[in-house]
């Protein structure tokens, strides 16, 4: 079974406990407005012209397919592994991410301040956007289905460890796991733990190994 349709089916639920959460969550910064004007113009425009023949459904999912698991995820995957093969370019990460992710060109609308999580063996953070969406693009690509989803939305706060095991990641008992909220202001991405045996595999390798997920803290980073 996909662990993502897994997840969103087991935790349909919670869809309704999430609603209250997210009203009840106080916020510092103010989030993105969903559905926006332009999206709903968007969404009607593109459902017309597949009525009418003119674009091609598949061929339009293929495009968002790429930019959401491809393109996207490997600006981050790209500076993940720099992170792990350049101590110096690891610690202006940590320090200043915004600006150590501009060094390897990525920035821009959605990215314009971003603060990177480290999961260490004894910690391992989780991003989620509570109220909406709120997604990294520059670094990430489009934001997966599921990450926009309420079951997630509200289940990542509620019950993180159960949304990591649904995802097929275990997490032991000693290790703290933190839940961070993304909002229209600021932006998380995590630098997964470096695998054990990958001492001998280049930047370029070490940067197929990463996934999108690993970088939201749902999965973690497997040696290939």
Known sequence: MNTRR???AAAGGAAAGGSAHAADHDHDHAHQAVPSDPTLRVKALESLLVEKGLVDR??????????????????????????WTDPAYKQRLLTDATSAIAELGY?????????????????HNLVVCTLCSCYPWP???????????????????????????????????????????????LRYLV??????????????????????????????????
Not at 107 to 123: A, D, H, R, Y
Not at 198 to 222: C, F, H, N, Q, Y
């Open 6 to 8: 897994g997840f969103l």
């Open 58 to 83: 598949a061929a339009l999912d293929a495009l968002v397919d790429t930019y959401e698991n491809k393109i996207g995820p490997r600006n981050g995957a790209r500076v993940v592994a720099k992170a």
């Open 107 to 123: 920035s821009g609308n959605q990215g314009e301040n971003m603060v990177v999580l480290e999961n260490t063996p004894k910690v």
């Open 139 to 185: 670094v990430l690509g489009l934001p997966p289905v599921w990450y926009k989803s309420a079951p997630y939305r509200s289940r990542s706060v509620i019950d993180p460890r159960g949304v990591l095991k649904e995802f097929g990641t275990e997490v032991a008992e000693d290790v703290e796991v933190r839940v961070w909220d993304s909002t229209a202001d």
């Open 191 to 224: 630098l997964p733990e470096r695998p054990a045996g990958t001492e001998k595999l280049s930047e370029e390798e070490l940067t197929a190994l990463v996934t999108r997920d690993s970088m939201i803290g749902v999965a973690k980073v497997a040696r290939a």
